[in-house]
């Protein structure tokens, strides 16, 4: 039967495309050893004689896809929630596409089942590849790998996202080619994860977004937000060399209840002066904590507004919270060295990578052979 034959091969055909085009892309590479910050000087985010915040959130669902994915607002609702609440900076993250109406131009880059996604900031093109599971280590590096090429700054999406790690602290470790992290995000907040990347001496600017789907949700809106130490009215090119030099701080809300601008404490001054971390906080704080090495605790005051803490030689980076009933905020990190130096993707290992695609190739003729033959 001739028609048989015509299906078969149809068949045999596109399942070898598909599975081509998901397992094509991944590479294998040589990963360098964490390398923890080091050097005498310390690189300071903050170091300005007065910090000027203003209010960020970068990842918000539009209604999109014909409803596909979740989202349930146009551009012109979330602009007004967002404005009314005092935000100077949104974005738009739908998934896979920059939307137009969105002031500052970024997509949301996944549709794996693992939820391994990236916040992709002024793309030149979208991505399509992603992987659906399970993934390895190369498969994580093969997708920053890629996203690298397209974008100036690629942020790695909540790598806690309850109830699992979408990216695990112990791969984070490894992985280059990122310039940030989403560390607070409504589905989870990823505060060790990040700590393994900044252990490992990859410096990851903060991000801290709702990731609202519904404006009008007083559970979504304002969970989590980003205060960015920049004046309004700045260039996009001056937001994003901000994200870059890690001029952040995240808050996260304790209540389900919208805050507005102004409603919570901000630092006032972050400083390293005579070897020692300053910090002055706009007003009195149940408690002030500065984070080290390896995620540990490196000093903590209670019930005020200021903390000096004398840095030692361990000190690779340092990074600040602080608590009240209200909110909890995190400082991006200040660390060793000249800058907020990134690593750039590794060198590919390019025996293995073919020594892989060989295989591939291999088992997707045995495998049309099969479908064809029977
Ligand atoms: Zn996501």
Redesign the pocket.
């Known amino acids: 039967m001739p028609w048989l034959k015509t299906l078969r091969w149809s068949l045999g055909i596109t399942t070898s495309l598909l599975l081509l085009g998901v397992l094509w892309p991944i590479r294998c590479y040589h990963y360098e050893a964490p390398r923890p910050f080091s050097g005498k000087r310390w690189y300071n985010p903050f170091d300005q004689d007065s910090l000027t915040w203003s209010r960020a959130n970068f990842?918000i669902h539009s209604r999109t896809w014909g409803g596909l994915t979740e989202g349930e607002n146009p551009p012109s609702v979330i602009d007004s929630a967002y404005r009314s609440l005092g935000f100077t900076y949104y974005g738009i993250t739908d998934y896979h596409r920059v939307n137009p109406a969105s002031p500052i131009p970024l997509y949301?880059h996944?549709w794996g089942l693992r939820?391994f996604?990236q916040l992709v900031f002024a793309p030149k093109t979208i991505l399509w590849w992603d992987f659906p599971w399970p993934f390895t280590q190369d498969i994580y590096q093969s997708i920053l790998a890629h996203l690298y090429e397209t974008a100036p700054l690629i942020a790695i999406?909540?790598p806690f996202?309850n109830p699992y790690q979408t990216c695990p602290g112990d791969v984070l470790r490894h992985l280059s080619g990122y310039h940030a992290i989403e560390v607070l995000?409504r589905?989870g907040d990823s505060i060790s994860e990040w700590d393994s990347a900044l252990s490992a001496g990859h410096y990851a600017t903060l991000l801290a977004n709702d990731?609202v789907h519904d404006v009008h949700n007083p559970h979504q809106i304002t969970t989590r937000w980003t205060e960015i130490l920049l004046p309004p009215q700045a260039s996009q090119d001056q937001l994003l060399q901000a994200l870059l030099q890690g001029k952040t701080v995240g808050y996260k809300n304790i209540y389900a209840v919208p805050i507005e601008e102004g409603d919570y404490p901000v630092f006032r001054h972050i400083r390293v002066v005579d070897d020692s971390l300053s910090v002055l906080i706009s007003e009195k704080v149940d408690s002030i904590r500065v984070i080290g090495q390896g995620g540990q605790v490196r000093a903590i005051a209670t019930g005020t507004d200021h903390l000096r803490y004398p840095i030692r030689e361990e000190d690779r980076y340092l990074r600040v919270e602080f608590y009240t009933p209200r909110v909890v905020a995190y400082s991006s990190a200040l660390c060793r060295g000249e800058g907020p130096v990134r690593r750039l993707p590794p060198p590919e290992n390019s025996a293995l990578t073919w020594l892989w695609r060989l295989a591939l190739l291999s088992g997707i003729a045995l495998l049309l052979r099969f479908i064809v033959r029977r």
């Open positions: 990842h949301e996944g939820k996604h999406a909540h996202f995000n589905y990731n």
